[in-house]
C-alpha cells in the first residue's frame, strides 16, 4: 500500500472543514465543530477550523463561538465560488504544510466532491458519510461509522496508518452546539498561493424551491387550510421559511407533491416548523419529528397534533396568523 | 408488446437470478391469470406485469423495470389464483434483496431501517415512549406465568389513532380474565418493514435477535394486535422458546368467545361490513374468527362485500407500501371504501392497523361520508 504524504508521528490536531456558501456557513461545519470538541477534548488536542473563500474572514468569529480554538483562513477572489481544482489544490496545500492527525468535512454535494479529490491527492483513506464518530481507546484512531443499508449493516472504520484520518459527515447527524459569543481563539491568515481555474462558472442559478429538508423554518398547511395557502406563505417569507403541507393538502392539489411532509413525503428538521390546520396523524409528525420547536394552530382544541407541539393555538388560522404575522412585522421595525 | 427488442442470455445472470429468487419462479408455465388478478391492474394498465417479469427471471434477465417491484403490496391475490402455487411476492421481495445490493432502492427506505435499528420501531419514535399508549391502564410486564405474551407492536404503541385498538383489546383481556403482560419498553419492531423492503441480510441478523428475547423472558403464546407481526412471528420466526405459539387477536379472542369467557354484554345495534386485511386471510388463512366475533355480538348485522374473504381487495398498505407514496388515483384503498360504501353498512370493521389508516385516509380522499372506519377489537370493547 501507497505510504500517505505524511506519517501518523508528524500529524497533530483535529481540523473541521468550514464550507460557505455566499458568504454564510454551511451548518453540517457548525455541527462538526460540536462534535470535533468532544472528540478533541477527549484527546487532548485541538481543534482548528479551515476556512477557505473571498471575503470570509468575519464567519471566523462565529466557528470560534461554535468551539474552534483556532481557524485558518484562505482569502482569494480566485475562491469566490466553490470549484473543485481551485479548492482541493488550496486546501491540498494547507493540509501538507500543516499536518493534520484528523480533517472532518461535511458530505454535502460539494463537501463530498472535495473530500474525496483530497484524499486520494494526499495518499489517504477516507470514511465517507459517516452517521457517527468516535475514538479508539487506547490508540486514540479516529472511528468512523457509516451507513450500510446499501448493502451491509454497520460497519466501523478506522486508518491506522495513513494521515489525516479523514471522514464526511452527513448534515443532521450531529446538533449544532450552543454559540458561546465570549469564547476565544486564534484566527490566521494564511498565504496560499492559488492559480487560475480550468472551469469557468458561466452562470449560477440557485432552485426556486430549496430542500425542504434543510430549512430552518417550515410554516406547513394541512386540510384545514381549505386549500388558502396565501397567509401561510407570508408568514414563511417573513421568516425566510419555506412551505409545507400534509398528504391531505397535497392529495387535494393544494401543493406540490414536493412540500409533503411525512411517512411518505420528506422528513425534515426544523428549528421552527408552523404546522396550521393538521390533525397530527403520526404518518404526518414523523415528518417533523425532528424539529426543534412546533406551534400548531387548530381549531380543535382536541386535535392530537397538540400532543407534539411545544406552542399550541386553539383558533381558526385565518383568524390568528394575520394577528401572528402583524406583531412579527411590529417586532421587525 | 411493441418493437422488438434484442435481448442477450447469459448463464452467469440466470445462475444470479435463480439463486437470488431461490427458484420460486421455476414452476410457473405463462398462463398470465397472476397479472389479471393483480389489483394493480385496477388502477392502471400494465404498471405490475407479473407474468412478463416471472419470465425474464425464469430465462436469466434482470426485471426490466425498477418501479414494479417496489409497487407490489405483498397481498398475495396473485398467489391465491396462480394453478402452479408460486409465491410471487416472495420473489419480488427477494428481487428487491438484489435491489439493495445496487443501491436502487426508493427514497426514505434506508432511514426507516435506521430507525429501526436505533429506535426499535420505524417511526422514529423514542423507545422509552413505547409504553405510553397504556397511560392509566395498568398494564403489567410479562411474566412466564401469564397465559399470554401480548405483542402491542410499533403502529399501535405510537400512532394516535390506532392506539385506541391496543386499549380496547387491553380491556378485553382484562374482563375475559385472561392473565397477560407486555415487554413494555423492551418490546420492539418485529421486523415487517425490513422483510418486506426485502432487505434479507439485516432481516436475518434481526429475527434471530429478536427470537432470543422472546425465549428469554419465556414467550410462548403471543398475541399481536397487527396481522403483520403475527405474519411475521409465524412464518419468519424460530421457535427457541419451545411451543411459541404467534395468534392473532382474533383467533385469541374467538377461542375466548368458544370458551364462554369472553361475554357480550351489551347490544350494539349496527350494520357493519369487513374488511380481511391480507395479512390475515389470504397470507395466514385466518377467514371467519373475526366473522363469529362480529356475528356474536347482539345487534350487529355483518353485509359482506362483493369482493370478501380470498377475493378481498388489498388497502394498498402492505410490502412496504406504508413507506412509498402511491399516488391518489391509485391508491386500492379509494375502490375498496367505496365496495364498502355499497352494502350501505355504518362501519367498516377491519383488524389491522395499517388497513385502517389507508381506508380512513380514503373516507378523506374520496369524500365518503356516513361511513367509519373500526377495528374489530374497538365494536368488541363496547359490546362487553
Ligand atoms: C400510506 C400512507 C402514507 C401517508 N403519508 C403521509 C405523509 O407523508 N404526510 C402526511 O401529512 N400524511 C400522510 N398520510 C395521511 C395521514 O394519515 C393523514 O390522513 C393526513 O396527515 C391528514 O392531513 P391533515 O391533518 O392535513 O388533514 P385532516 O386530518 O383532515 O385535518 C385537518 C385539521 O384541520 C383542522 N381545521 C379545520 N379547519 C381549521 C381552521 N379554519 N383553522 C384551524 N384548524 C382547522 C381540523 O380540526 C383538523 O384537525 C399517509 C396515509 C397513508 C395511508
Ligand atoms: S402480491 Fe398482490 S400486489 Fe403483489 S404482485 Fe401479487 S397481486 Fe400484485
Ligand atoms: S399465475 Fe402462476 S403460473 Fe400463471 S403466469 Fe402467474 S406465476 Fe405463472
Redesign the pocket.
Known amino acids: 500500500m501507497v505510504e500517505s504524504l505524511y506519517k501518523p508521528e508528524e500529524a497533530k490536531g483535529l481540523w473541521v472543514y468550514l464550507e460557505q456558501t455566499d458568504g454564510k456557513l454551511e451548518g453540517v461545519g457548525l455541527e462538526l465543530l460540536g462534535k470535533g470538541r468532544a472528540l478533541a477534548d477527549a484527546l487532548g488536542d485541538k481543534l482548528t477550523g479551515v476556512l477557505l473563500g473571498d471575503g470570509v474572514e468575519p464567519l471566523a468569529r462565529e466557528a470560534i463561538s461554535h468551539g474552534a480554538d483556532e481557524v485558518l483562513v484562505v482569502e482569494n477572489p480566485r475562491l469566490d465560488v466553490y470549484r473543485t481544482d481551485t479548492y482541493t489544490n488550496a486546501l491540498f496545500h494547507v493540509v501538507r504544510s500543516h499536518k493534520p492527525s484528523i480533517f472532518l468535512l461535511g458530505a454535502t454535494p460539494n463537501g463530498r466532491d472535495l473530500a474525496a479529490r483530497l484524499a486520494a491527492r494526499l495518499r489517504t483513506g477516507l470514511t465517507a458519510d459517516c452517521v457517527d464518530l468516535g475514538i479508539e481507546e487506547g490508540t486514540g484512531l479516529l472511528l468512523g461509522i457509516t451507513a450500510g443499508f446499501g448493502g451491509g449493516i454497520l460497519a466501523t472504520i478506522k486508518c491506522p496508518n495513513h494521515r489525516p484520518q479523514m471522514a464526511t459527515v452527513r448534515p443532521g447527524v450531529f446538533p449544532r452546539p450552543v454559540p458561546e459569543a465570549k469564547r476565544r481563539g486564534k484566527i490566521r491568515r494564511l498565504d496560499v498561493p492559488v492559480q487560475e481555474s480550468a472551469i469557468q462558472v458561466l452562470e449560477r442559478r440557485v432552485g426556486a424551491e430549496a430542500d425542504l429538508t434543510t430549512a430552518k423554518v417550515l410554516v406547513i398547511g394541512g386540510g384545514g387550510t381549505r386549500g388558502d395557502f396565501r397567509l401561510l406563505k407570508e408568514l414563511a417569507d417573513l421568516l425566510g421559511g419555506q412551505l409545507g403541507a400534509t398528504r391531505v393538502a397535497v392529495d387535494a392539489g393544494w401543493a406540490p407533491r414536493e412540500w409533503q411532509i411525512g411517512q411518505t413525503g420528506y422528513v425534515t428538521r426544523p428549528k421552527l416548523a408552523i404546522v396550521c390546520g393538521a390533525s397530527g396523524a403520526m404518518q404526518f409528525t414523523v415528518g417533523i419529528e425532528g424539529a426543534e420547536t412546533v406551534v400548531a394552530i387548530n381549531i380543535d382544541g382536541e386535535a392530537p397534533i397538540f400532543e407534539y407541539a411545544d406552542y399550541g393555538i386553539v383558533d381558526d388560522v385565518f383568524a390568528f396568523l394575520p394577528a401572528l404575522i402583524e406583531q412579527i412585522r411590529r417586532l421587525k421595525h | 408488446m411493441g418493437a422488438m427488442a434484442e435481448v442477450t442470455f447469459d448463464d452467469a445472470t440466470w445462475e444470479r437470478l435463480f439463486q437470488i429468487t431461490g427458484g420460486v ?1 421455476a ?9 389479471a388478478s393483480c389489483p394493480w391492474g385496477l388502477v392502471g394498465e400494465g404498471k405490475v406485469r ?2 412478463d417479469l ?1 419470465r425474464r427471471i425464469q430465462l436469466g434477465l434482470d426485471p426490466d423495470s425498477e418501479e414494479s417491484l417496489w409497487l407490489c403490496t405483498t397481498c398475495a391475490a ?1 398467489v391465491a ?4 402455487g ?1 409465491d ?1 411476492p416472495e420473489g419480488f421481495l427477494a428481487l428487491r434483496s438484489q435491489a439493495w445490493r445496487e443501491g436502487k432502492v426508493p427514497r426514505n427506505l434506508h432511514a426507516v431501517l435506521w430507525a429501526v435499528h436505533w429506535d426499535a420501531n420505524p417511526y422514529r419514535r423514542p423507545p422509552t415512549h413505547r409504553p405510553l399508549w397504556a397511560k392509566g391502564l395498568e398494564v403489567k410486564e410479562f411474566t412466564p406465568d401469564d397465559e399470554v405474551l401480548y405483542y402491542v407492536g410499533c403502529t399501535p404503541s405510537y400512532d394516535r389513532r390506532i392506539q385506541k385498538v391496543a386499549r380496547s383489546l387491553v380491556e378485553i383481556l382484562k374482563r375475559s380474565g385472561v392473565s397477560f403482560g407486555t415487554l413494555g419498553e423492551r418490546e420492539r419492531c418485529c421486523g415487517d418493514s425490513i422483510r418486506s423492503f426485502g432487505h434479507d441480510a439485516y432481516l436475518r441478523r434481526y429475527v434471530e435477535g429478536h427470537a432470543k428475547l422472546f425465549a428469554e423472558v419465556g414467550a410462548k403464546t403471543v398475541v399481536t394486535t397487527s396481522p403483520h407481526c403475527y405474519d411475521m412471528f409465524r412464518r419468519y420466526y424460530p421457535d427457541l422458546s419451545g411451543g411459541f405459539q404467534p395468534l392473532h387477536y382474533t383467533e385469541y379472542l374467538a377461542r375466548l368467545l368458544e370458551e364462554g369467557r369472553l361475554r357480550f354484554t351489551r347490544e350494539v345495534p349496527v350494520r357493519v361490513t369487513y374488511h380481511d386485511p391480507c395479512y390475515l386471510g389470504r397470507r395466514n388463512g385466518v377467514y371467519e374468527e373475526p366473522r363469529k366475533l362480529l356475528q356474536a355480538i347482539p345487534g350487529v348485522e355483518l353485509v359482506e362485500m362483493r369482493e370478501n374473504r380470498e377475493q378481498a381487495l388489498c388497502c394498498g398498505g402492505g410490502g412496504g407500501r406504508m413507506w412509498m407514496e402511491t399516488k391518489p388515483e391509485e391508491r386500492f384503498s379509494n375502490l375498496r371504501v367505496q365496495q364498502a360504501a355499497e352494502t350501505g353498512a355504518e362501519l367498516l370493521v377491519t383488524a389491522c392497523p395499517h388497513c385502517i389508516t389507508c381506508l380512513e385516509d380514503s373516507l378523506k380522499v374520496v369524500g365518503i361520508s356516513g361511513l367509519r372506519v373500526v377495528d374489530v377489537a374497538e365494536i368488541v370493547a363496547q359490546a362487553m
Open positions: 419462479f414452476p410457473c408455465f405463462s398462463c398470465g391469470v397472476c397479472t407479473i407474468r416471472v396473485c389464483s396462480c394453478p402452479r408460486v410471487i
